[in-house]
């Protein structure tokens, strides 16, 4: 069992950056993939970025140069690092952590409970 908690969430101008936090609780933190997904109004989730346990890391292609995902395997802790924000980037952003099955294929795992990030002049 996996307890994920987000912080680092708020109102940013365009241009501006963020810094999210992931901090979970339980057992065996290294060995799960930690991904940020993200849900707009009306819109579906998305993965923004994925970092596995063997450090390969995905991203989505609109974040790609702008976001970076890493963790902190001694802190139980993972980040995504936001700069140059858009107003495209407002949604409600959430933590997951799930096991990787295959290379292309991972758990529906644990869910953090999500952190606002709103991008507005």
């Known amino acids: 069992q996996v307890q994920l908690v987000e912080s680092g969430g708020g109102l940013v101008q365009p241009g501006g950056s963020l810094r999210l936090s992931c901090a979970a609780s339980?057992?065996?933190?290294?060995?799960?993939?930690m991904g940020w997904y993200r849900q707009a109004p009306g819109e579906q989730r998305e993965l923004v970025a994925r970092?596995?346990?063997?450090?390969?890391?995905t991203y989505t292609d609109s974040v790609k140069g702008r976001f970076t995902i890493s963790r902190d395997n001694d802190k139980n802790t993972a980040y995504l690092q936001m700069n140059s924000l858009k107003p495209e980037d407002t949604a409600v952003y959430y933590c997951?952590?799930?096991?990787?099955?295959?290379?292309?294929?991972?758990?529906?795992?644990?869910w953090g409970q999500g952190t606002q990030v709103t991008v507005s002049s």
């Open positions: 997951n952590a799930a096991r990787q099955l295959s290379p292309n294929r991972y758990t529906s795992g644990y």
């Open positions: 339980g057992s065996s933190f290294s060995s799960y993939a």
């Open positions: 970092l596995t346990s063997g450090s390969s890391t």
